[in-house]
């Protein structure tokens, strides 16, 4: 059973950098699909960016801009978000989530595998 932590999360100035890991504990196949998603107050849980296992494609929210970046270390089972010129509209708490449908979605419900998320704030 797969099973997901997320770490790096912590306090920043606007415009600083953070990188997130998600460690990956369990099987991954290579038909799955990792996704980062961010929770604000008071706001729906929404997609950041995902990536195949398989071949690391990668998808990215429009309102990320070029600013983050997403990868994954197969043989660590470990994927990262890396996260530049940060805004205080980027603190919210962010999610890594996986799942075996072959394919990134930017839906929260296409997701069957959650962490329990990591706090990022950014200070102005």
């Known amino acids: 059973q797969v099973q997901l932590e997320e770490s790096g999360g912590g306090s920043v100035q606007a415009g600083g950098s953070l990188r997130l890991t998600c460690a990956v504990s369990?099987?991954?196949?290579?038909?799955?699909?990792m996704a980062w998603f961010r929770q604000a107050p008071g706001k729906e849980r929404e997609f950041v960016a995902g990536i195949l296992w398989s071949d690391a494609s990668r998808y990215y929210a429009n309102f990320v801009k070029g600013r983050f970046g997403i990868s994954r270390d197969n043989a660590k089972n470990t994927v990262y978000l890396q996260m530049n010129s940060l805004t205080p509209e980027d603190t919210a708490v962010y999610y890594c989530?996986?799942?075996?449908?072959?394919?990134?979605?930017?839906?929260?419900?296409?997701?069957?595998?959650w962490g329990q998320g990591t706090q990022v704030t950014v200070a102005s």
């Open positions: 369990g099987r991954i196949y290579s038909d799955y699909a």
């Open positions: 989530a996986a799942d075996s449908g072959g394919h990134v979605s930017s839906r929260r419900d296409a997701y069957s595998r």
